[in-house]
T-cell receptor, first 114, second 116 residues
Framework: DAGITQSPRYKITETGRQVTLMCHQT?????MFWYRQDLGHGLRLIYY???????DKGEVPDGYVVSRSKTENFPLTLESATRSQTSVYFC?????????????FGPGTRLTVL | AQSVTQLDSQVPVFEEAPVELRCNYS??????LFWYVQYPNQGLQLLLK??????LVKGINGFEAEFNKSQTSFHLRKPSVHISDTAEYFC??????????????FGQGTELSVKP
């Protein structure tokens, strides 16, 4: 299927465990992003990537690690999950930085850390 | 630094009534402005965007927004809402001039609830 997918859609884990959220896009977009959505905060950027092997921090990167070995995949890892990382996580992608380049979002992963 | 403020966290409205969702931004440079909609249990979809030109922007599903530079606002409007418009709406700003990775700065969101 064409588009941007995230897996798993729902995840429950325990404090201290490592968790990886997957993001896959079929458009070969250069740019990919990870956001977290929390009540009262809207969406906040965690990390982004301009191309394979190029990543950079966003607004709230602490406690997260990303990699991008292939253009189409952009996994997000919580190395040692904490309760404050309970959130809905959205992956997004776009072709480039032109104003006309639309940013597309995945369906989200709801993560609960007990 | 840029920021976005959505002035209402929740907006209840009756079906076929008009609605306005308010958004104010702050930025020291020119910006691009966006409205996204998030239906329950789905990702965000682009509703409309202002890049340049006419300050009145029309989007999908009958929504429109007006860019007001002097008031630094980008309010979203629809003359007659439907039950299916029930969703969360996010205003966002982007500054692409300084090559900041196309980062969108989002407001806190407004939950639009359309009642029959």
């Amino acid at each position: 299927d064409a588009g941007i997918t995230q897996s798993p859609r729902y995840k429950i884990t325990e404090t201290g465990r490592q968790v990886t959220l997957m993001c896959h896009q079929t458009w070969s977009h250069s740019y990919m992003f990870w956001y977290r959505q929390d009540l009262g905060h809207g969406l906040r950027l965690i990390y982004y990537s301009a191309a394979a092997d190029i990543t950079d921090k966003g607004e709230v990167p602490d406690g997260y690690v990303v990699s991008r070995s292939k253009t189409e995949n952009f996994p997000l890892t919580l190395e040692s999950a904490t309760r404050s990382q309970t959130s809905v996580y959205f992956c997004a992608s776009r072709t480039g930085l032109a104003a006309t380049d639309t940013q597309y979002f995945g369906p989200g992963t709801r993560l609960t850390v007990l | 630094a840029q920021s976005v403020t959505q002035l209402d966290s929740q907006v209840p409205v009756f079906e076929e009534a008009p609605v306005e969702l308010r958004c104010n931004y702050s930025s020291s440079v020119s910006v691009y402005l966006f409205w996204y909609v998030q239906y329950p249990n789905q990702g965000l979809q682009l509703l409309l965007k202002y890049l340049s030109g006419s300050t009145l922007v029309k989007g999908i599903n009958g929504f429109e927004a007006e860019f007001n530079k002097s008031q630094t606002s980008f309010h979203l409007r629809k003359p007659s809402v439907h039950i299916s418009d029930t969703a969360e709406y996010f205003c966002a700003v982007s500054n692409l001039i300084y090559n900041q990775g196309g980062k969108l700065i989002f407001g806190q969101g407004t939950e639009l609830s359309v009642k029959p």
